[in-house]
């Protein structure tokens, strides 16, 4: 025994003094990049990585720092960034051009051309090519003209947006040049749509079920293709990736090599939440997006000085959505929902670093409605306040009687369920906390929580759903912020089937309710315009032609949408999301927000939507301004 | 002389009928259990194949809400990329995927990932399980030496300070789930110590090979291993502790004492090693147990190993791989089984007696 104890105690000293020999430190003096590592967790596949974007692995890290669009936009600000564009330019004649960087080159060494760009667009059919009117033609080397379509034309700002939400360096056509040629192939072997044809048409082309299934042919060929090294222009070239950790390496042939401060990136792989929290407080990551909850951010900063934590708007707000199917959710009752809550209280409970709402589902976050509405049809919208009187006052009216203290509709005592995704910690504890405001309000609440999204979602929009309601986003933006995006989780992808919002079908068309087939599986819905007139409008037909609206035409458009959900009171917004970003901010000597940092490490202060803090806050949000921050110089260590 | 060669044949052929039929005779009970083996891995097979069919998620809704996150694409962007990309067809009858299931199955293909076409079971059992085999294998083998050093001595000095120490060690150790325990030794040695890291395999700034690879990789496991072990230590000082306490009863053991041999000695070489026999069969089923991973210790020590590839799976709805790993569970598990029972029926007559 004596002897196994001793041995035990040699082994972990000496696996203590081996193993952990390796270790990274910034250098003092001038900076020369490559003595600075950045470190940053993001999950890849631990079963390995394909050596292309499209190979259907996920690529951590690689997809923010190596892989890179002609411009790229910063989530939540719609903030452009030239990259592999070094300009684009829009014509009057419903063509634009896209000049190439003159010095962009794969990480192979070889210049990238227009020819990439062409061949990027002609394999991936992007909502973008929908919107273009014959194949991308190739100027010269460098130049390419896009030719849209004059029925749908987006307008300059879409243009842009649409072509930032691709990443084009992926796609090098001397690589992938046979199933390149082999998709353009197929492509002009099908039918040109006619003009006036706003369906699913890339590049002016008609989708055949034939030439669909020679393009998926193609597109696995494409999928299963494993160059050697990984197919990329950006900043960083990837060095090596193990199950856990990832290398990447300064690009030193980067077109905007100068503006590159960090020599290495070290990429770690951990997807479970308290192990990223463990890499924060140990001092093994420099970034991390996301939240944490006030008390274990606290613990994070408190256990490494060396962090700071800045918050920035998420485009999208959480609260309840009713389940349209069942009978109970009668318009006053709805609108007697909106009073029953204090949403300062739902807000502490989601995400205490919120922005409380008042209003009820609009379709829009209410930072994204601030910043594209008129301003006086956003003082328009409806503001709830928390009035449980004038809620009991509605309920009252709408046929429910309170008994011994418990509300009854139809002489049984009301009792709703509520589905909410547990893995969102936000939605759990606005969950819990509507879950006690009800049941102190005299309605009997049953939680249901779901494990994931996957299982959450699936109850929720299955017919005769047991949600009689959900905890969810009410509106939520993935992508740029021009308005569209949030309009459609809400109505069509993810809102509209758990709400049972009801959608035209084959048989509406054959009775005459509709005359274009292209309508069957768009909404129903029919909301009053907003100017007052009486006339409704239908959603379905709104939603298509967003992205050609003028300026006022925008803003007409958007006063319809918004009040007019509101009117509807089809849910309610308890705060628009805040999120933010961990950082190292004795690494990075140029973080935005200097004052703040040094009162309090836990910045809660979120900057006005259009301040120049707004755009600078953003950007450090990596997930939102992939990787900007480095090819455009924003981030230099401190020396 | 003609009719000789003739009956020679037929001696040979009825001396070989009569081996086989001895043969087949003498280990019928084998092939009985083959027999069930086979029904049981049939069983969990189909059974594996319609349990995973009545999950709730749809897999492409939930691919196009993966990709959307990730690449910042509107959902339906990412749903039709989503559809693009699976291996599965969401319009197949459930028959028709059991038939591919099945067929799949005879050819030796367990199973290929939903979302990449280059991820089969086969690599998921290359790359991850020598990971958990490794960390595990390492921890029962701990746990087992310092269980039976435990058990032996609590048997044999029934009272005093290390007794009731190890008895409160055993209930505590029990008690207490072997994730948290993971989650302990993080907080204490990789959060406040910094003294081990907190997670993964080996740092990937060291070249893969020599020693200094070996030593981050074992400096990476302590860790894990500790906090598996720490769990199983009391579960084997008990079974020790049962089986010496019924050795303790035995003549050689009072002829040991009466011919004044040392304690160390009796307890070393008669107490210890008589004790162990029993133990050495629960250690080889031990051993296929670890063939499933733990799924939480392997997240929570990030370690890439078999368990938190299978959960992952699960996570995403991966049906192909899951039914794959499953499968390739059941038949470690059924096969352990196998050989556990016919090693009892070979070792002991009379298990095989009483079961034919």
């Excluded at chain 1, 420099?286 to 700071?308: F, V």
């Excluded at chain 2, 043969?23 to 969990?44: C, D, E, Q, S, Y």
């Excluded at chain 2, 499953?326 to 029972?341: E, K, T």
């Amino acid at each position: 025994m004596r002897r196994i104890s001793k041995f035990a105690f040699a082994l972990v000293t000496f696996l203590m003094i081996s193993g952990c020999g390796t270790r990274t430190s910034n250098t003092t003096g001038e900076i020369n990049p490559d003595d600075y590592v950045f470190r940053v967790n993001k999950t890849w596949d631990r079963t390995g990585i394909r050596n292309h974007y499209h190979g259907g692995s996920n690529i951590g890290p690689i997809e923010w720092l190596s892989v890179e669009p002609l411009v790229q936009y910063v989530r939540s600000t719609d903030e452009l960034h030239y990259l592999l564009a070094e300009e684009i330019i829009h014509n009057d004649d419903h063509t634009s051009i896209i000049k190439v960087q003159k010095n962009a080159k794969w990480h192979t060494g070889e210049d990238f051309t227009a020819e990439d760009v062409i061949a990027f667009f002609h394999i991936n059919f992007v909502s973008v090519t929908n919107y273009i009117a014959k194949p991308l033609e190739e100027i010269d080397n460098k130049t390419v003209k896009i030719t849209w379509k004059t029925w749908m034309e987006p307008n300059a700002n879409v243009k842009n947006l649409l072509l930032a939400e691709t990443k084009v360096g992926s796609v090098q056509y001397s690589v992938f040049k046979t199933v390149v040629d082999r998709c353009q192939e197929i492509l002009r072997s099908q039918e040109r749509a006619p003009e006036g044809y706003n369906d699913w048409a890339p590049f002016g082309y008609i989708n055949s079920k034939a030439s669909e299934t020679l393009y998926m042919e193609n597109y696995n060929t494409f999928r299963a293709m494993n160059p050697k090294t990984f197919v990329a222009t950006g900043p960083f070239k990837v060095e090596r990736v193990t199950q856990n950790q990832m290398v990447l390496l300064r690009n030193k042939d980067y077109y905007f090599a100068d503006n590159v401060k960090f020599g290495t990136v070290l990429g770690y792989n951990t997807p479970d939440i308290n192990g990223i929290y463990n890499l924060l407080s140990t001092d093994k990551i420099d970034y991390q997006d996301g939240l944490a909850p006030e008390a274990t951010l606290n613990s994070i900063l408190n256990q490494n000085p060396k962090l700071t934590h800045l918050k920035m708007f998420d485009p999208g707000a959480i609260g309840l959505v009713f389940n349209l199917e069942k009978e109970i959710w009668t318009p006053k009752v709805r609108e007697a929902f909106q009073y029953i809550f204090n949403r300062e209280e739902m807000k502490n409970a989601g995400n205490k670093y919120g922005i409380t709402s008042s209003f009820p589902l609009v379709g829009m976050a209410p930072s994204e409605a601030k910043a594209w509405m008129k301003e006086s049809d956003y003082a328009r919208i409806p503001t709830y306040t928390y009035d449980q009187t004038r809620a009991a006052q509605l309920l009252t009216e709408a046929g429910w009687t309170k008994s011994g203290g418990k509300w009854m509709v139809g002489g049984e005592q009301v009792k709703l369920s509520l589905g909410y995704d547990g893995s969102h910690p936000g939605m759990s504890g606005v969950a819990e906390g509507v879950s006690s405001t009800l049941n102190t309000f005299g309605i009997e609440l049953v939680l249901k929580r779901a494990a994931d999204f996957g299982t959450w979602f699936d109850t929720a929009k299955t017919q005769e759903s047991v949600y009689d309601f959900v905890v969810n986003w009410t509106d939520l933006n993935m992508s740029f912020s021009y308005p569209t995006g949030s309009f459609n989780y809400v109505l069509n992808d993810i809102n509209g089937p758990i709400m049972h919002l009801q959608y035209f079908t084959q048989e509406d068309f054959d009775n005459g309710v509709i005359d274009d087939e292209r309508l069957i599986g768009k909404p129903k819905l029919t909301l009053p315009k907003a100017d007052g007139s009486g006339e409704t409008f239908r959603i379905s037909e709104y939603l298509p032609t967003m992205y050609s609206l003028t300026e006022e035409e925008l803003h007409a458009r958007l006063a319809d949408m918004v009040l007019g959900l509101a009117s509807q009171n089809f849910g309610l917004s308890f705060y628009q999301n805040v999120t933010g970003s961990f950082l190292n901010k004795d690494l990075i000597a140029t973080l935005p927000l200097q004052e703040h940092i040094a009162q309090n490490r836990n910045v809660t202060y979120v900057p006005e939507v259009g301040s120049d803090d707004f755009f600078a806050v953003a950007r450090t949000n990596l997930w939102f301004s992939q990787g900007i921050v480095f090819s455009k110089g924003y981030y230099e260590p401190r020396p | 002389m003609e009719n000789k060669k003739p009956n020679k044949v037929k001696q040979v052929l009825v001396a070989i009928g009569t081996f086989i039929r001895d043969f087949l005779f003498k280990t019928r009970f084998l092939w009985r259990r083959i027999g069930f083996a086979l029904i049981t891995l049939l069983l969990a097979t189909i059974f594996g194949f319609f349990l995973i069919k009545m999950m709730l998620g749809d897999p492409v809704t939930m691919f196009a809400k993966r990709l959307s996150d990730e690449r910042r694409i509107p959902m339906d962007e990412a749903y039709r990329l989503a559809t693009m990309l699976l291996n599965y067809d969401p319009n197949a009858t459930v028959w028709q995927q059991f038939g591919r299931y099945v067929s799949g199955l005879v050819k030796g293909d367990f199973g290929t990932s939903m979302y990449r076409n280059d991820v089969t079971v086969t690599v998921i059992i290359k790359n991850f399980l020598p990971w958990t085999l490794f960390i595990s294998s390492l921890a029962l083998l701990l746990s087992f030496l310092i269980g039976i050093l435990m058990g032996g001595r609590m048997a044999y000095k029934r009272k005093g300070f290390f007794n009731a120490g190890a008895n409160s060690f055993i209930v505590v150790s029990g008690a207490v789930p072997d994730y948290l325990w993971g989650m302990i030794l993080i907080f204490i040695f990789g959060v406040t110590l910094r003294w081990f890291p907190i997670q993964g395999n080996y740092d990937i700034l060291l070249e893969l090979k020599g020693w200094p690879f070996i030593t981050n990789v074992l400096y990476h496991a302590f860790l894990p291993i500790i906090a598996f072990s720490i769990v199983q230590i009391g579960g084997w000082a008990l079974a020790m502790r049962g089986s010496a306490l019924g050795v303790l009863g035995e003549d050689y053991i009072y002829a040991a004492k009466a011919r004044g041999l040392g304690e160390r000695t009796i307890v070393s070489r008669y107490l210890r090693k008589n004790s162990l026999l029993p133990l050495i069969t629960s250690l080889a089923m031990s051993f296929a147990v670890l063939f499933g991973g733990s799924p939480l210790m392997e997240t929570i020590f990030n370690y890439p190993g078999f368990g938190s590839e299978f959960s992952k799976a699960i996570g995403t709805r991966d049906y192909f791989l899951i039914q794959g790993l499953m499968v390739f569970m059941s038949f470690v598990m059924i096969l352990a089984n196998l050989i556990a029972d016919s090693l009892y029926s070979i070792i002991d007559p009379r298990i095989r007696r009483d079961n034919t």
